[in-house]
């Protein structure tokens, strides 16, 4: 447990957000354990796929993009929850933004020239940049879910599209992907549900985390879950576009993808006619 006399290591908290777990109570030199510890998952999950990108057929820088944004996500969070720091909280709002721009860059060029290619990248770019900047100096928050919220909404949108026009109906492919889609919208979804109730019950929560003791205790960290849930949604949306937009749209993924997304390829998101292989079933 922390040395209370000591006192935090990072000195007092300056950012303006704080969650429910409490501060500085296992070790003076991070703030939020679990919350740190969490953001492993989105470390995890982008250095899985850029190694998955090194065996791929074909290869090409703007696929590693998204993964690199995913890590620094990860980074970035960490760095926050650790200190509490004004300036590490805008990395973590911040980082949000750096992975989402790259994808949906990737999804509005498809089958784009390579003048409205360019076009695309200098105008996000240039949006992304004019934001950070008035992040900073404004510290915001409606702009910058805006921006998250529309970026997230059209490239789902996007995916969608994207499969119907990348893969062959009725093939396994096809029914992979969707199995994954599905199951990456429910968990992004439940951990945006997860990160409202750790604000609307923290009394509550602190309360029984206290009842219940460690190790136990932590699992009610439900900030903790939200970076979980929301590493693998992210992930999943992320090697769904990679595979949907190179030579692989057509090619089963199951054996392809960390898990749990090898396991929604298979289940009952998939469709109920999918075997334990991930094979469409012959109708008798």
Known sequence: MSNPSAGPFWGPPTAHANFCEEDYVISRYIAELINTLSNLTYIFYGVYGLRKLRQASTFELSRCFPYWGLIAVGICSSAFHISLKYHTQMLDDLSMLFTTTPILYRVLIVNATRQNTQRTGLLLGGLLLAFVIYHVKTDELIVHS?????????????????????????????????????????????????????????DFLRSTRRMIGAPWAYLLELHGWWHVFTAVGAYIFIVVIDKLLSEESNIEIAESVAWPASWACKSIFAGRNIDDRGVTKKQS
Do not use: H, M
């Not at 429910?186 to 609307?200: C, H, K, R």
């Open 146 to 202: 805006s921006l998250f919220v529309i970026s997230i909404l059209t490239i789902g949108i996007r995916t969608f599209q994207l499969i119907q026009l990348k893969t062959v109906e009725g093939s396994p492919a096809r029914k992979q992907i969707w199995g994954v889609v599905r199951f990456g919208a429910f968990i992004f979804n439940a951990g945006f549900y997860i990160w409202l109730i750790d604000g609307w019950i923290c």
